[in-house]
């Protein structure tokens, strides 16, 4: 059952029944030489990889996943965003100002900024949205809000607590506190009916939502930035990777998104398909647990070493992402965060690798036990296996789902190595803290020197000096070998030969094709 | 329709079961290719190549040695991490028999077990194991299995007995039918009156007369199990690479199959065919010759 | 015969009552929903916030109980990923299963029973080993590997039907096809084996010695007797249609039941995956139920001994 305005929901069949069972009784319809559903004119139908949750439309409930914001920028708009070339992008706010202590931080609204239904953005909806924030991080963020002002409609005032340095990253980017919804219309209509049928400030209407299914939204043409050039947008879900390219190519659909490995090589041979691969916010590298533990192999740094120079980091790429991942020597940051550090690059050298073994006192290698990864990205667990196997190191691949995977995980339950790929919003504080110093949710030990610089940084507000504090310990983590990087995943997408602009890679770090608003179409 | 008596039931044992081998129809194709890859499981290291499990990604995708880019050095070509399909055949088809016949004894073994208690005992036993089967069997076989998985994390060993607790069920219900007609027989009722105990009266009696259905419904499973394996891996909770099973690298070449690289699914699905094929075939034969009751397997 | 239905409904409600108890349990060892909803380091506060905000941090009897009642007032609860109410999204799929299942199903009869016909009539001939092949074919081949070829065939290639989704006649052919190519074979081998039963019985040798021509014979005697154990098979068959068509619904992308529950079971949807699997469990236990009673006035003796 579908929530509509305006089009009919497609129904699962049409076609009269005995039609339908002449049809399949004749088997193929060996005479239709045709292809299938022509492209509507000024529609951008989407293959999407995964099943699109309807949390996904209301921003007050953002779990932390990027996955959300796909959607998020499409119906609705936040104060500051990430957009192309800048992590702070005016969004709703024209301007703000931050006070030099660093409690308050001062937003003037845009006076042609609109909710679909009408109403113009107001502060009292800012403020409204704050409160009602019930997603990822909501405890901390309203703990450290002292209060909200609204002295007139296009100004807010937010009061801290205490001076926190990130406040819009969080605010802006990591969580939907700052993207709007419509007091007064959520109020008239109340919150059920609001999920069903979103109303945002974003470049797209909502159209219909047929949950698992397919997700249509229309142009808002008073958005204030611009009228969207496409003027219809449907999003269908299609789960497995091969049906998705097969849509791509035979014009039912103009992006799909996740196309991998093979894949990825075929839609690059394909004349009228581009592949267009953004490197996102989520770092792999292979961490070490038991290095803490001193009867433990991986205790010897040589070890762990070995296993850096064992991995192939480009071969893989080349295998899997055609390339286009970003080998940084980065366990866990990615290179487009505030304050990333940028290590020396990582050097594929087996034979080092087995003389660093032989050091160590394995020179005909070990059975090192289990590699544990999260099963979606077994592929690349099988390359790094299939690489440490080569120089001796004798693991075996445990591939987990992913629910399985994180709760384990984060129980601490696993041994030998994990493959972990966090890729969480935030910045280099933020991953340091759930991955590297003392108390993290992942953080299975710690070392003391990185420890004691955390809180060092985290109520620094000269940002110079912040970033040498931050960079200081992402150089202790790479010295101490904590992780073995692997790479900041490219996710591969297609393009259908329609697509003019299709926004990807625009925003960077983020993996969908956002601003929707700049998405455009050739004239046919 | 055909009618069996007593005698003939109770009679197929012992020596009579050889004489099997010497009839005219024996189907010595499929028994020949089942032995064959047997064997070819068995001595797998010595006639693997290559190492099954570790490849090298220079050599990806390289074509069977009859096609432009093909070698004598990997016969059968290679797939997306390098690694020699040949090698990884003839090591499947160890892993494949291991996981396939493992998983259809152990469900056989429930499977009958269960059947025989719950037919000769009758009364409450009966109904609890029925009900058992009833709300089991309303869980759907595949995504029962998933679930599985997701709890216990995919491995051989935890395959084997998803696809053993998916399957028993058949046997149950099959051989719970055979022995409610069984249990009506001369033969059961004079050891009953003999006064031997009900656990005597199903292991000598009952036992080997359900033992050919229950062979039967084994060899039409295998084949059934391997290709259930195979549709576990696609939904990504079979056997865990880098094992080479048939049906895991009939999964991982499936994309490969959009693009061309054809050798990585059709060659595992040859051999998947082949297993199947001689299966049934023996298990036709068997069928018709154990007991021509059996039809309705 | 009152008192076996009675028995006979009491022992369902059992198998009923079992099975919720056994998926409500299961399903909340499988994990955790708030690890697949947040970020991997997402703090306390948060999982503590969705674990309330779906009644989790209940203790596990006070759910239960909390399920079954609304259960009984035939609501099923609302869907963590979805946030809509179970039923609606079952009601909203199943009619696509449903479809899916039952084009397969007369897909697979229509060529099942006509070649099981032919290669019994004909047995032992190139028509018998031909039904063979393709009967092991069906056997042997997986539905999803099924699905890609032909996806490759005639969307990608000859670009004749659209390679996922639903909506028209052109799009339920091929799932239609892959899903039932199995049960064509079961079907035929089944119709095969039951044909040869049948013309080899005295009935149809009487019927010949009377001098009736073959096709007559075929079509008349031995064709309505060798149906009933396959239709008999396909009934059974058709409830592992349903549960089977979850790899096919994935690569077609077939909004059915089995996708569903499928991806329920991935996001530890609890209201989903115990939904889905009781009001499955419910149709399948009733069918058998109503199959009891069925056989209880057919057979006299069913209904004593039990």
Redesign the interface.
């Known amino acids: 059952?579908?929530q509509t305005i305006g089009r009919p929901p497609?129904?699962?069949?049409?076609?009269h029944r005995r039609?339908?069972?002449a049809?399949?009784?004749a088997g193929?319809?060996g005479a239709?030489?045709?292809?299938?559903?022509a492209a509507s004119p000024g529609q951008v139908t989407y293959a999407v990889h995964i099943?699109l949750?309807?949390?996904w439309l209301d921003p007050g409930q953002t779990?932390?996943?990027?996955t959300p914001f796909l959607l998020l920028y499409a119906l609705h708009d936040a104060l500051v965003k990430p957009m192309p070339g800048t992590a702070y992008g005016a969004g709703l706010a024209e301007s703000w100002t931050a006070s030099e202590d660093g409690l308050t931080y001062d937003f003037v609204l845009r006076s042609n900024a609109l909710f679909h239904n009408g109403d113009p953005v107001t502060a009292d909806d800012v403020k409204f949205s704050f409160e009602r924030y019930?997603?990822?991080?909501?405890?901390?963020l309203q703990g450290r809000v002292a209060s909200i002002e609204t002295p007139d409609p296009r100004h807010v005032r937010f009061r801290l607590k205490q001076p926190w340095p990130d406040f819009l990253t969080f605010y802006g980017g990591a969580t939907g506190a700052g993207w709007i919804v419509p007091r007064k219309h959520i109020e008239a209509v109340g919150e059920e009916a609001f999920?069903k049928a979103p109303v945002g400030a974003g470049p797209y209407k909502f159209v219909s939502f047929?949950?698992?299914?397919?997700l249509v939204l229309e142009a808002f043409e008073q958005y204030w930035q611009k009228p969207p050039s496409v003027k219809r947008i449907v999003m269908?879900?299609?789960?497995?990777e091969?049906?998705r390219l097969?849509?791509l190519?035979?014009g039912?659909v103009d992006i799909a998104y996740s196309v991998r490995g093979e894949l990825a090589e075929e839609l690059r041979k394909t004349p009228g398909l581009k592949l267009e691969a953004v490197a996102v916010q989520g770092t792999f590298a292979v961490y070490f647990p038991e290095q803490w533990t001193p009867s433990s192999p991986w205790h010897d740094i040589r070890i762990r070493r070995a296993v850096n120079f064992a991995i192939d980091h480009q071969g893989i790429n080349q295998a899997l992402t055609q390339g286009y991942s970003h080998v940084t020597g980065s366990g866990v940051i990615p290179d487009m965060f505030e304050f990333y550090w940028q290590p020396p690059k990582p050097e594929y050298n087996p034979d080092k690798a087995r003389s660093l073994l032989a050091e160590a006192g394995r020179p005909n290698g070990f059975d090192a036990g289990f590699y544990y990864c999260d099963s979606s990205y077994s592929n690349i667990g099988e390359a790094v296996v299939n690489n440490l196997r080569e120089v001796g190191i004798n693991v075996r691949l445990r591939p987990i789902?992913?629910?399985?995977f994180?709760?384990a995980?984060?129980e601490k339950q696993y041994k030998n190595l994990i493959q972990i790929g966090?890729?969480?919003?935030g910045n280099a504080a933020?991953r340091m803290?759930?991955?590297v110093v003392k108390g993290?949710?992942?953080v299975y030990g710690s070392y003391p020197d990185i420890d004691e610089l955390f809180p060092q940084q985290a109520v620094e507000l000269d940002h110079a000096k912040r970033e040498a504090i931050l960079h200081r310990m992402q150089q202790l983590v790479y010295e101490k070998a904590l992780y073995a990087p692997i790479w900041q995943l490219a996710f591969l997408n297609g393009v259908g030969p329609r697509v003019g602009t299709s926004s990807f890679g625009r925003i960077p770090g983020f993996p969908y094709t956002a601003p929707y608003e700049d998405i455009t179409l050739k004239s046919a | 329709?055909s009618i069996t008596t007593t005698t003939d039931v109770a009679a197929i044992e012992g020596p009579a079961r050889l004489g099997l081998f010497r009839s005219r129809d024996f189907p010595w194709v499929p028994v020949l290719i089942i032995l064959t890859i047997a064997l070819v499981a068995v001595f797998a290291d010595f006639l693997a190549p290559h190492n099954p499990e570790v490849g090298s990604l220079s050599a990806r995708f390289k074509p069977p040695f009859w096609l432009a880019g093909g070698s004598m050095t990997y016969p059968l070509g290679t797939d997306q991490l390098g690694r020699d399909m040949l090698s990884r055949l003839i090591y499947g088809a160890r892993v494949s028999m291991v996981v396939g016949f493992t998983a259809v004894i152990f469900a056989g073994v429930v499977g009958t077990t269960l059947g025989i208690i719950s037919g000769y005992l009758?009364g409450w036993v009966d109904?609890i194991i029925?009900?058992?089967t009833?709300?089991w069997?309303?869980?759907?076989?595949?995504?029962f299995a998933?679930?599985l998985a997701?709890?216990v994390g995919p491995s051989e060993m935890n395959i084997v007995i998803i696809l053993a607790l998916v399957y028993w069920t058949r046997y149950a219900r099959i051989v719970r039918g055979e022995v409610l007609s069984l249990k009506e027989r001369e033969f059961v009722r004079l050891a009953v009156v003999a006064g031997c105990s009900k656990w005597t009266i199903m292991r000598k009696h009952i036992l080997p007369n359900v033992v050919n259905s229950a062979i039967v419904l084994a060899s039409l499973m295998l084949?059934?199990v391997i290709?259930a394996e195979?549709?576990l891996s696609?939904?990504g909770v079979g056997v865990p690479p880098p094992k080479p099973a048939w049906?895991l690298m009939?999964?991982d070449g499936?994309q490969g199959?959009?693009v061309g690289y054809w050798w990585l699914?059709v060659l595992p699905?040859l051999c998947?065919?082949l297993?199947?094929?001689s299966t049934?075939l023996l298990g036709d034969w068997l069928r018709v010759k154990l007991d021509p009751q059996l039809?309705?397997l | 015969m009152r008192q076996f239905v009675l028995k006979r409904f009491g022992?369902?409600l059992?198998?009923?009552f079992?099975?919720s108890v056994?998926?409500f349990f299961?399903v909340r060892?499988?994990?955790?929903?708030a690890?697949?909803?947040?970020?991997?380091?997402?703090?306390e506060?948060?999982i503590a916030?969705i674990h309330h905000?779906f009644g989790l941090d209940r203790p596990l009897v006070v759910q239960y109980v909390l399920f079954i009642a609304s259960l009984l007032r035939g609501d099923l609860g609302q869907?963590f990923?979805?946030?809509?109410p179970v039923m609606?999204?079952y009601?909203?799929r199943l009619?696509?299963s449903l479809?899916l299942a039952a084009?397969a199903m007369?897909?697979s009869l229509?060529i099942g029973i006509p070649s099981g016909i032919i290669a019994a009539v004909r047995v032992g001939s190139v028509w018998d080993s031909l039904g063979k092949v393709f009967g092991?074919?069906g056997?042997?081949?997986?539905?999803?590997?099924i699905g890609?070829?032909m996806?490759?065939f005639?969307?990608?290639y000859?670009?004749?039907?659209?390679?996922?989704?639903?909506?028209?006649?052109?799009h339920?052919?091929m799932p239609?096809f892959a899903l039932g190519w199995y049960f064509a074979a079961a079907h035929m081998r089944m119709t095969r084996?039951?044909m040869l039963?049948v013309l080899g019985?005295e009935y149809i040798k009487l019927a010949r010695l009377k001098g009736l021509p073959q096709s007559l014979v075929i079509a008349k005697h031995a064709f309505k007797n060798a149906l009933i154990?396959v239709l008999t098979l396909a009934g059974i068959n058709l409830v592992?249609m349903?549960?089977?068509a979850?790899?096919v619904e994935?690569?077609?992308?077939w909004?059915g039941i089995?996708?569903?529950?499928?991806?329920g079971?991935?996001?530890?949807d609890f209201p989903v995956v115990q939904g889905i699997?009781i009001l499955?469990?419910t149709m399948?236990?009733g069918v058998?139920l109503l199959v009891d009673i069925v056989y209880a006035v057919i057979d006299p003796r069913i209904r004593l001994?039990a």
């Open positions: 059952m579908m497609a129904e699962p069949f049409r076609i039609a339908l069972l049809l399949s009784a193929l319809t239709l030489p045709h292809r299938t559903q099943s949750a309807a949390s779990s932390g996943l990027i019930h997603g990822a991080n909501y405890a901390d999920k047929n949950p698992g299914v397919e269908k879900v299609i789960p497995d091969g049906t097969a849509a190519k035979s039912e789902e992913r629910a399985g994180v709760k995980w984060g966090p890729g969480a919003s933020t803290e759930s991955l993290g949710q992942f | 329709m009758g109904q029925m009900r058992i009833d709300a069997l309303a869980l759907p076989a595949l995504t998933i679930f997701a709890i084949g059934v290709v195979a549709s696609f939904l049906g009939l999964s499936k199959l959009m699914t699905g998947i065919m297993m199947v094929l049934n039809r309705q | 022992y369902s059992l198998s009923l079992l099975l056994t998926i299961f060892i499988t994990g955790d929903p690890t697949l909803l947040t970020e991997p380091g997402a703090s506060a948060d916030a905000r869907s990923y979805y946030q809509t609606e999204l009601w909203s009619p696509n479809l084009v007369t897909f229509i092991l074919l056997l042997s081949l997986p539905s999803f590997f890609m070829l996806i490759l005639f969307s990608v000859l670009g004749w039907l659209p390679s996922s989704g639903s909506g028209t006649a052109l339920v052919i239609a084996s039951s039963e019985s154990p592992l349903i549960n089977v979850v790899i994935t690569v077609f992308a909004p089995g996708r569903l529950l499928y991806e079971i991935s996001f530890r699997v499955g469990g399948i236990i058998n001994e």
